[in-house]
């Protein structure tokens, strides 16, 4: 599994020229999931995503998690994340996990999250999605279990 987080002061997700999904301080997530994904690798995900420490505390360090600050999440899958770049001009996806594993696991991604924080506003598995943020920093770190 692989989470591109970035920590914005705000971002949105947009289907149809609807807004699906807004939050303001807090991490956009892009997650993407691999064939060999399962449940622990959710739930290790889920925790590392929680817990990791990208906000600044009292000495402008790098040293409080999305928890700490109250922040809000927006999860967004993204399945491009997972190709294949390694040769050629052109992306492969076999590395990627097929859509009907990758659309379970995105639900109880989202759900372990909600449990063991608040729950989360998130894109729209399948559609196309505009994602806007406003990256704060910029800081963005690429997750992978």
């Known amino acids: 599994m692989i989470c591109l987080i970035q920590r914005v002061s705000q971002s949105k997700v947009e289907v149809s020229n609807q807004t699906i999904a ?23 995900m889920a ?20 928890q700490q600050i109250t922040g809000e999440l927006l999860i967004v899958p993204q399945f491009t994340l997972a190709a294949n770049t390694q040769s050629g001009l052109r992306p492969s996806f076999s590395t990627s996990a097929n859509p009907e594993k ?10 372990i999250v909600a449990d063991n924080y608040q729950p989360p506003q998130t894109g729209k ?21």
Not at 34 to 41: A, F, L
Not at 102 to 111: P, S
Request: glycine share 4%.
């Open 22 to 44: 807004k939050i303001s301080a807090g991490l956009l997530v892009l997650t993407a999931f691999q064939p060999d994904d399962n449940p622990s690798t959710l739930t290790k």
């Open 47 to 66: 925790n590392k995503l929680l817990n990791y420490r990208v906000f600044a505390d009292e000495h402008d360090k790098m040293n409080l998690n999305v």
């Open 102 to 111: 990758a659309t379970i696991w995105f639900d109880e991604f989202v759900q």
């Open 125 to 145: 598995f399948g559609a196309d999605m505009q994602v806007s943020l406003i990256n704060d920093g910029p800081v963005t770190f690429w997750l992978e279990i």
